[in-house]
Every structure is written in structure tokens, then in C-alpha cells.
């Protein structure tokens, strides 16, 4: 078996999960309208920190971390067999534009990281796109289960960047307003930062408090696009089916579902078709990215750590910005929030590349 | 379980080899080498044209792999695990990303290759397979990542055949270390030396 728990998240909403989950159960959003933050000075609703002194990545992601830390009995983390997995699309990216080209890449990112742990005897850097948390999460099961390493500290960070912002700005995904994940006037994402992390372990005694299992996960691809999702939701659709497949888990015994939801009109209405086909569309469900934005390679972690807080509360958090069904499948978006008794949570992403995964969390 | 290398190529200071011979009758400019490559091969996919040079390398080792190899052409959509591993990703695209963002004139077709496993998705699409994948950052040299991965999908079924390989185009230096892996009793075992061998092999 393997378990999980001592989730962290640190956001415009707080610096713990707890905060997180208050702040988000309270319809609370770290959505604001920031002058001057597009390419060319537009007013743009962002997830921001601290607009006057940048994210500052690495810090952030090192506190996350050491915040999760202090959650489990470290003495008997502490291993060679313990493995740090970081989650990010495009790490230190700011970087870039002092012409320091290299100090921007992703494995100069990893070593500063790197350099807070000194205990930690390997560190992977997984770079998925949007999928890259979820995917890291269904990594750090599999490197348990195989029986590879028996503990796994998993971290997701990205950072707001005038790089990423423009990006998506030259494509017109970007919405003028707070993003409306799967709502019928929804006009695209919403960019926000953040860092999460949490742990996954062979062992259940090394957390302080209530940790779940980890019932695995899988990947797909559309094999159709690179950037366009794909109109059948296939590689989503075959990820889902794995991973219920290998947990043994039917649609139906699905408390909840926490979905990518980005909020533009193609990828809300291809997951809608994905859950469709797979049985999922009486199932609850949420994306947080109408209350976070999209926070890329942390979006995963955080998405993860709010499925962990939301069994340990039997709360269904409500989907912020959802008021009229907006996709070609009617799916059950969340419009308030709920108590349920919640024993089995899917976890969802898919990402540009054609990537998809998917992960399940058990009480 | 017998895991083997099956098939493996690399492409290293412009110089092409296929299963350790030297391609027959290629011979490139190293400044043209994805181009002259993808004509010696054959392969005619005009996308080609519009990927960044990280996904033209990609593209074009599992073209290499494929002219020798039975079992990649003919692989069932999810059967394959793609497991890639990169030093410096897309770096070179996100340097011409940031240049356009400096002339506020960014351009959605340079963009979208500034996440480094986009060189999957264009695999995936041109030989529309759905399997598992991953990408890492990661030193060429780690090899021992590439052999954990690829023998946990295939350990833990989540996939009958796996693609490895590690690649790096930056600076017009253009770095790719590939093979497949599979169960069975031909090629040489899986082993960290056997794999460290066939790599440095000119």
C-alpha cells in the first residue's frame, strides 16, 4: 500500500493547506485585477502573491517543502531511500530576460532546490506541461510500489511571468474577467503562482496526522495535437480508464472528481466528453482554476492537497465562476459548497503536447 | 524479467549511427543535419518543418529506430512507454519566446514549443500512440533514471515496450541517445553498463 498526506500549499490564499481549504470553502479567491500586467500593459485578472516583489520560486517552493516536513516524524523519513520529485513547467523562467540563459533552464532551478536538502540522495525534475503534479503524484506511487524508493517528497511551483502571460496572450486564451471553468460564457484561463507539496510512503506511521492511500495513476496522450485538446477527450478518456482499471475502482464508486477545468471553450468541452464516455457525469465535481488561476506545473500538487483536506473535512468544494452548463455533456459542476462523506477522490489534468493523467486518493 | 535492448541509435557531433554502424550513404553539413536527415529518411511529414529543433531531433530518432525496427512499427497504440530525458529542454525556444516578448510581438507558434515535452506530443501525433509517457530534466549521463522508469512501466504493466532516450538541441548542437526496450531473449540485457556501452559507441 502505499500512503499520503502532509500536504502544503502555499498560495495568494494562505502559506498552508488548511488556510487554503478555509479560504476556497469560503468562495474566497486569489483572482484580482493587476494594471499593467499583459505584454502590452493591460489590466489582467492574475493569482499573484506579491505584485512588488515577484514570487520568488525557489524560496517559496523550499518553504512549501519544509512545511510538509513538519508533518511527518522526519527521523524515520530521513533515508537513502527517500526521493524529492519537483513539478514545474518553466521553474525560474524571469531569469530569462537578464540574458541569463542558462541560470533560466529547469535543471538549474532543480540544483538550487537541491541545495536546501542536502539529505535528500536524488531529485527528479518532471516537466509535463499542465499534467506535470499529477503526473509527479502517479511517479512517486509507482517508485513506491515497485518498491524503488519508500518514501517520496513530491513539490509543484510555477511562477506568474511576463513569458508565460504573453504566451498565452498571443494564442487569445486569456479572459478579460475571473475565468469560468466550464460555464457557458467562460473566455478562456485566468494565470496564477503557487507551490504545494506533499508526501507519499510505504510506511503509514511516518505521518503526524490522518493520511490516505494512494491508489496509483496513469498517463495518456491524444496522439491528435499539440496545442488543441482533442474533440473525442481520447487521451483523457484512456487515462481515466487505466487508472480506475488498475485501482480497481468503478465510475460510480467515485465520491468526487477534481478536474483540470482551465476555462477555455476547448478544453472544458473535451473533458466534458472524456467524463461522459467514461461514466462520470452524475459525479461532483470542481476545477479550482476560477478561484487559483492556472498555476501550471503546482496546479497538480495544489489540486492534489485541496482532494487530501477535502476528505479530511467531508467538504466538496464549490467550482468559482460556474453559474450555466456550458459544454455538449451536462456534467455535475459544483455550485456550492458541500459536506459529503468523501472516500474515494479522482484527480485529473491534461495538458499541452497532448498529455492527460489522472490519479485516485482512498480514505 | 528479460529486459533487452532491442534497437538504438545516436546522433552526436553530426555524426548519425543506427544499432552502432554509421547510417549507410548519410552524410550531412552539420549545420543541416535534422533537415538532411529527414530527407536521407524519407519521412514526409510537412509538420516537420514547423516544430523546433528539439522535436525535430525527437521525431527523427524514432524515425531512425523504426527503419530497423518490426515491433515499433507495428505497435499497438497503447502498448508503448515513452520515457525522454533532457539537459537543457527547450531552452533555445524559449530564448526566441523571450525575444518576441521583448518586441511585444509574441507569436503562438514559437510559444507552444516552450514546454519541453511537446518532443512527446509530436512522437505521440506522428505515430498516434497513446501510451504512458514522461519527460525528465536530466544530465545525459543519469542513465540509471531512464532504466528505473522504463523498467517500472513495463514491471508495473503500464506498458509492453519502452522508448527511452536522452536529447538535447541547443546552440546547434544536437545530442540524442535512443533505444527500445523489450522483453525477450534477443539484444543485450538492460543493464546501466550494457546501456552506457551502446551510448558512447561512435
Known sequence: MVYIGAENIISPLGDSAEANFEALAQYKTGLKLVENAGNRNEALYISIMNDLEGFGIVKQTVNSIKASLQSIEFDQLKSERTILILSTTKGEIELLRNEESEAAALGKFKDQIVQHFPWISETLLISNACISGVLAIATAHDLIHSGQADHVIVAGADMLSEFTLAGFQSFFAISDEPCKPFD?????????EGAASLILSRSKSIFKSQCFKSLGGSS??????????????EGLYRTIKKTLLRANIKPEEIDF?????????????????????????????????????????????????????????????????FEKQGTSRSINVLQKTEQKELNTILKTASGFGGCNASIIFQK | MNLKIRTYCNIENGVVTLNGENLDGFESNQNDLLKDLY????????????MDNLSKLGLLGVELLKSVSTSLAQMGEDDLGIVLQTKYGCLETDINHQARVDEKSPSPAIFVYTLSNIVIGEISIKNKWFGESILFIEEPRKLDNLIRHATGLILNNKAKTCLIGCLDSYQNQHSLKMAIIETGNDGPAFSLENLADIFDKK
Open chain 1, 184 to 192: 457557458k460564457n467562460r473566455k478562456g484561463i485566468n494565470l496564477g
Open chain 1, 257 to 321: 472528481l477534481s478536474a483540470h477545468g482551465t476555462g477555455t471553450a476547448y478544453n472544458d468541452e473535451m473533458e466534458s466528453i472524456a467524463f461522459d464516455r467514461i461514466g462520470l457525469v452524475s459525479t461532483p465535481l470542481h476545477s479550482l482554476k476560477g478561484s487559483l488561476g492556472h498555476t501550471f506545473g503546482a496546479a497538480g500538487v495544489i489540486e492534489a492537497a485541496i482532494c487530501l483536506q477535502s476528505m479530511r473535512n467531508n467538504t466538496m468544494i464549490a467550482s468559482a465562476g
Open chain 2, 39 to 50: 530527407v536521407h529518411l524519407k519521412v514526409d511529414y510537412p509538420k516537420f518543418y514547423k
Open chain 1, 220 to 233: 495518456a496522450n491524444d496522439a491528435n495535437h499539440i496545442s488543441g485538446p482533442s474533440r473525442t477527450g
